[in-house]
């Protein structure tokens, strides 16, 4: 089972030499922390900022420095700030290779819900909804199941959606998964889980072919 960096660290090998990168609030913040060194990735933030690096070491944080989180972030040479206008025109004229986003639930037809919970208080979107009606490269990190255990892979999403059908790929802590017009396919299993674990722990329709591989470590 992986934990929120392991997730970051599998999700990291999908990033390709050259990619914009989107990384949303969460466990997508982390992935930037493991692009390998050979390769050069821009990694954007939808606040104004191209050139992200990894986060800063303790004791060297610049608080002028964030990502759309409010996260402290560090820079790689050559970043660049603007204004949130020229950030979503960036979004919006789908200049952004690859979006990674958190997410509540994700549905079988790749609808994702990631912004709200009924009855509790939320700033808003943000810039999520640009992001997934612009992206055509979205791939989901987040937690196979809530604290409840229920799972969080879905026929269909309880939650106000974000976006319709534009999930390609999901990263939990069990597995990985590319999302077709047939349901969910199991692509990896997650290190010491079985397919009958993800099997349970999805209640959306899962695709099983074959011997599912465990995911390199």
């Given at each position: 089972?992986?934990?929120?960096?392991?997730?970051?660290?599998?999700?990291?090998?999908?990033?390709?030499?050259?990619?914009?990168?989107n990384?949303?609030?969460?466990?997508?913040?982390?992935?930037?922390?493991?692009?390998?060194?050979?390769?050069?990735?821009?990694?954007?933030?939808?606040?104004?900022?191209?050139?992200?690096?990894?986060?800063?070491?303790?004791g060297?944080?610049?608080?002028?420095?964030?990502?759309?989180?409010?996260?402290?972030?560090?820079?790689?040479?050559?970043?660049?700030?603007?204004?949130?206008?020229?950030?979503?025109?960036?979004?919006?004229?789908?200049?952004?290779?690859?979006?990674?986003?958190?997410?509540?639930?994700?549905?079988?037809?790749?609808?994702?819900?990631?912004?709200?919970?009924?009855?509790?208080?939320?700033?808003?979107?943000?810039?999520?909804?640009?992001?997934?009606?612009?992206?055509?490269?979205?791939?989901?990190?987040?937690?196979?199941?809530?604290?409840?255990?229920?799972?969080?892979?879905?026929?269909?999403?309880?939650?106000?959606?974000?976006?319709?059908?534009?999930?390609?790929?999901?990263?939990?802590?069990?597995?990985?998964?590319?999302?077709?017009?047939?349901?969910?396919?199991?692509?990896?299993?997650?290190?010491?889980v079985?397919?009958?674990?993800?099997?349970?722990?999805?209640?959306?329709?899962?695709?099983?072919?074959?011997?599912?591989?465990?995911?390199?470590?």
């Open positions: 089972m992986l934990d929120k960096n392991g997730i970051a660290k599998r999700i990291a090998r999908e990033v390709k030499d050259g990619y914009y990168v990384l949303g609030i969460g466990i997508p913040t982390l992935v930037a922390n493991f692009v390998r060194d050979d390769i050069s990735v821009e990694f954007q933030s939808e606040n104004g900022v191209l050139g992200m690096g990894p986060f800063p070491f303790e060297e944080e610049d608080a002028d420095v964030i990502n759309a989180g409010k996260q402290t972030i560090t820079t790689l040479p050559g970043a660049s700030f603007f204004d949130s206008a020229t950030s979503f025109g960036m979004i919006r004229g789908q200049h952004v290779d690859l979006t990674i986003l958190g997410a509540m639930e994700v549905a079988e037809n790749g609808d994702i819900a990631n912004w709200k919970i009924p009855g509790k208080m939320v700033k808003g979107m943000g810039g999520a909804m640009d992001l997934v009606a612009s992206a055509e490269n979205i791939i989901v990190a987040m937690m196979h199941t809530n604290k409840a255990g229920k799972s969080k892979l879905l026929k269909e999403c309880t939650l106000p959606l974000t976006g319709v059908g534009c999930v390609k790929k999901v990263v939990t802590n069990l597995a990985v998964m590319e999302v077709t017009q047939d349901g969910f396919k199991l692509l990896e299993r997650a290190p010491g079985s397919v009958d674990e993800i099997v349970v722990a999805t209640e959306g329709k899962l695709l099983v072919e074959g011997e599912i591989p465990e995911m390199e470590s």
